[in-house]
């Protein structure tokens, strides 16, 4: 298979994970073009099509679920294969949602390369698929549902961890600080994607 024909668009806001997938699929012969939000890569797919899409789910401005619904609403751009990666959406009902929407693949963070890479070339080889968009109130009600649960369950763990920061040595502190901040930065991502949602919920009742 030639691995040049077509590209990847991987598409994902961490700088770190972003460079390392962009590094190792070339590495690896693909040709690949990069985006860090679902409007950046809605813009690079308009200039041309990619033979197959790799996005992380939670990110600002366009998060990896609206991006898929928006894909598979446009004949043009519906049988495009697109890969899920995550480390916050991977509950059962997460990944039965994904591919609800027309998810081809469910991949959970940190990313196993030895299963990965054969995944990749078994997509490309079977090419387009045949996805089907949900009708946008279908969309809405269950990407709301999940958005209510993530929400629910970063409550929690933000409040555990804030708990024990208290019960930590000052060493330990910094580093469970970052990883605090971080929780607390997805969790207004997630309020605020839940806002928006429920505002187009309404405007469709």
Not at 37 to 55: S, V, Y
Not at 67 to 90: E, G, K, M, Q, W
Not at 112 to 131: R, V
Not at 147 to 169: F, V, Y
């Amino acid at each position: 298979m030639d691995k040049q024909k077509g590209f990847l668009l991987v598409v994902e806001d961490v700088p770190d994970i972003l460079v390392l997938l962009n590094e190792t699929l070339k590495f690896k012969g693909y040709r690949v073009v990069t985006a860090t939000n679902g409007e950046e890569a809605m813009e690079i797919i308009q200039k041309e099509r990619p033979a197959l899409i790799i996005t992380d789910i939670l990110m600002p401005k366009m998060d990896g679920f609206s991006l898929v619904h928006r894909l598979r609403l446009d004949p043009a751009t519906r049988n495009i294969p697109v890969v899920f990666l995550s480390a916050t959406y991977v509950a059962p009902e997460d990944k039965e949602f994904a591919l609800t929407i027309g998810v081809t693949r469910f991949v959970e963070k940190p990313v196993d390369m030895e299963t990965f890479f054969p995944m990749i070339d078994s997509l490309l080889a079977e090419g387009a698929q045949d996805a089907r968009p949900l009708d946008e109130k279908q969309f809405y009600e269950g990407y709301k549902k999940r958005l209510e649960s993530k929400l629910r369950h970063k409550n929690t763990q933000i409040s555990r961890d804030q708990h024990l920061l208290e019960t930590l040595q000052e060493p330990q502190k910094q580093s469970f600080k970052t990883s605090l901040q971080n929780a607390i930065r997805e969790r207004e991502e997630i309020q605020k994607l839940l806002d928006e949602i429920r505002g187009r919920l309404e405007s469709l009742n």
